[in-house]
């Protein structure tokens, strides 16, 4: 599901929020004052404000694949047998990664104002649903 900016959404699970906090207007530096604990029922409404796409980098297999894969798709027909054999081969053994960088290549976080006053920020899309 895509989330959009100023879409009702509802928290789909129980969330347990933990770690240091810093008192507002306190330096960076200065963590480590407080430690807190807060928990979120599933089912807590709110309004997105902000929806940020992460693109996955690109390993060496990945590039080689696409590139390989394209000069397949583009000059494939033209090539002597041989050589697009050896060529459907390379692309064949690159696939595995390609299709394991697809599953993971697009993340999406969202920062939503809880009804309850509470902003979640850079939290995974899927832990939301529409309203």
Do not use: C
Not at 6 to 27: I, K
Not at 30 to 39: K, R
Not at 93 to 110: G, P, S
């Amino acid at each position: 599901m895509t989330l959009n900016v100023g879409q009702r959404v509802r928290l789909v699970a129980d969330l347990r929020l933990a770690g240091q906090v810093t008192p507002a207007g306190e330096p960076p530096e200065e963590t480590g004052a407080f430690a807190a604990s807060l928990a979120l029922a599933a089912g807590i409404e709110g309004t997105v404000e902000r929806v940020d796409e992460h693109h996955r980098q690109q390993s060496h297999e990945v590039r080689e694949y696409l590139r390989l894969k394209s000069l397949l798709d583009d000059f494939g027909h033209q090539m002597p047998l041989a050589s697009r054999k050896q060529l459907e081969e390379q692309v064949g053994a690159l696939e595995e990664q390609w299709v394991a960088y697809q599953r993971r290549m697009h993340r999406v976080t969202v920062r939503v104002r809880l009804d309850n006053g509470f902003v979640l920020d850079d939290a995974p899309e899927e832990a939301f649903a529409s309203a």
